[in-house]
């Protein structure tokens, strides 16, 4: 996937992924935005993404029906939730 020229939403800005993946879409052209757990459009901001990188660090904070048609996701969480079952 070429990223010039997409449009790329990072939701984190932790140190170990949500900055360096902002830098690296810059680097090669994208425009970024950069959101958090606080961001108050946060569905509208992913709803307009070409490239979505999630990293925010908390299970289900991003809904299925908010990311647009043909958007690239690349989910960075780890995270426990409580009651669920590893496969």
Known sequence: VSV???HAVV???SKIVGAPMHDLLLWNHATVTTCH???PDLPEQVGR???LVVGAGRAEMV???WVKE???????GINHVPGSVDP
């Open 4 to 6: 010039a020229g997409k």
């Open 11 to 13: 939701i984190g800005r």
């Open 37 to 39: 757990s606080k961001t």
């Open 49 to 51: 993404a070409d490239i």
């Open 63 to 65: 809904r299925g029906e």
């Open 70 to 76: 043909g958007a690239v996701v690349i989910d960075c």
